[in-house]
């Protein structure tokens, strides 16, 4: 295989990213509210039906009606795992009306349980939730006289990330805040797909600035959101 | 009525605004917390740790220079300061619990009379958000809670034992309301300072939790 035949071979249109995806897959979905989200693959996921029944984790699940809000609306979520679901008022809705699962795990368990995951370790104890209700169930151990709790790593059949530029290998760089949980979820999952707001040749990211390096990512998409008043809104054309 | 309370809140802020010093790394909290920049000098040398990945957050943009990958963890759109780091939720939150924030000030619902914080859920109510408030408290060195003193319906939220679920066993350092300073030692309240529109009196009526009065009580100043 040639440098050019390996570095054209990951990218993809969003629909054929998608249409890896199977009904009832667990997807990690990276993101912080509408920061770091990929908007695009979510879009895409909108528009088909073979792929329902979504187990996903995620921070958030967006705004109403706005990045994984979408699907929310749209019926592809069956599950949600994340830190905070309040600010979407459809998913308090749809959990009321039992036509959503939750799990609620601390944010900062829940970033280190995916960088375990994906890093091959299958559980660590931490003293986050010790003596609340998010502890119960959990084995519970002391180590220099204090108590800690396990929590197991978690990985995925998929994850969908989001960068600020990649290369055409795959070397991902991140955009400010919009790096949070997208890091940790593309070492993750088996299937591991990145939208970026844009593609440059390989040799054209320092070394030294990249983040997630090309290993990890097996599918790059070109976002069709573009930022305008540093807002993301869908490019014209 | 709304007025007064956020002037209370206002008050709460400034006088939390005064215990951080220069090179403390501070996280702040939802809630009466995030008014606190505010308050704070440019020159006070406090760096904001938000969680969501920014160590070094500066104040509001302009309309013009707003860029909505960069967030504060209440999702507001916030600038870099000078000397600003970002990195990811794993290794924000591992700078959390692994015990480098020197003071994390977080809003509450009910604090117990021994420092235990109530500030994720409400009993009977669905419990659907945690988010980091309970990473940050067994991972900061100094907890500092930012609470009025009375429920909208005027219950102390200074209690005996916690009613509302606990956040977890580590005890917070000091409480902060419009009506008073408290600090806890060797889980100990001790009042340490009275807000000059208040008294002794009607503290101890409003305050459930059972406290000391320091020897040198002061005046509270904002």
Avoid at chain 1, 30 to 39: N, Q, R, S
Avoid at chain 1, 205 to 225: A, C, G, M, Q, W
Avoid at chain 2, 16 to 38: Q, R, S, Y
Wanted: charged share 25%.
């Amino acid at each position: 295989m040639t440098m050019h035949s390996i570095t054209s071979s990951k990218l993809k249109t969003p629909e054929e990213a998608i249409d890896l995806i199977q009904d009832g897959d667990t997807l990690l979905v990276g993101g912080f509210g509408l920061c770091g989200t990929p908007l695009t693959l979510i879009d895409a996921i909108a528009m088909q039906t073979k792929a329902m029944n979504l187990t996903v984790i995620s921070n958030n699940l967006g705004e109403a009606g706005k990045g994984l809000g979408k699907l929310l609306r749209t019926g592809h979520i069956k599950k949600a795992v994340g830190s905070y679901f309040t600010s979407n008022r459809d998913a308090v809705k749809a959990w009321k009306n039992g036509e959503l699962e939750i799990e609620l795990i601390p944010q900062g368990t829940l970033a280190e349980a995916i960088r375990a995951g994906g890093a091959g370790i299958a559980g660590f104890y931490i003293k986050t939730g010790v003596g609340t209700e998010l502890a119960k169930g959990k084995e519970e151990r002391i180590f220099n006289g204090e108590r800690y709790i396990l929590i197991e790593g978690i990985t995925a059949k998929v994850a969908l990330i989001k960068a600020w530029k990649a290369d055409t290998l795959g070397n991902l760089i991140y955009s400010k805040s919009a790096r949070n949980f997208n890091p940790m979820m593309a070492t993750a999952a088996e299937l591991v797909i990145a939208e970026v707001d844009e593609i440059v040749p390989v040799g054209e990211l320092d070394p030294e600035r990249i983040v997630t390096p090309h290993n990890y990512i097996d599918v790059i998409v070109e976002s069709r959101y573009e930022k305008s008043g540093g807002i993301y809104v869908e490019k014209k054309s | 009525m709304l007025k007064k309370n956020h002037d209370y809140r206002i008050r709460i802020a400034k006088r939390i605004a005064k215990e951080l010093t220069a090179g403390m790394v501070v996280n702040l909290g939802v809630g009466i917390p995030t008014l606190i920049p505010d308050f704070l000098d440019p020159n006070q040398g406090v760096f904001l740790q938000s969680e969501n990945g920014i160590l070094g957050m500066g104040p509001t943009p302009a309309d013009e220079e707003i860029d909505m990958d960069c967030i504060s963890a209440s999702k507001h759109p916030v600038t870099l300061d000078l000397g600003a780091s970002i990195f990811s939720s794993s290794d924000s939150f591992a700078m959390i619990r692994g015990g480098h924030i020197d003071v994390a000030v977080l809003g509450a619902l009910q604090v117990s009379e021994k420092g235990e914080i109530a500030n994720w859920a409400v009993p009977g109510k669905d419990i659907l958000g945690v988010g980091g408030a309970m990473d940050l408290v067994p991972g900061a060195k100094k907890i500092i809670i930012a609470i009025t003193h009375l429920t909208k319906d005027h219950s102390p939220k200074l209690v005996k034992e916690l009613t509302y679920p606990s956040s977890g066993i580590r005890s917070a350092e000091m409480i902060v309301t419009e009506k008073a300073v408290f600090s806890i030692k060797d889980g100990v309240m001790v009042l340490e300072e009275i807000a000059e529109d208040t008294s002794l009196e009607e503290i101890m009526a409003t305050t459930e939790a059972r406290f000391q009065i320091a020897e040198n009580l002061k005046y509270m100043h904002v």
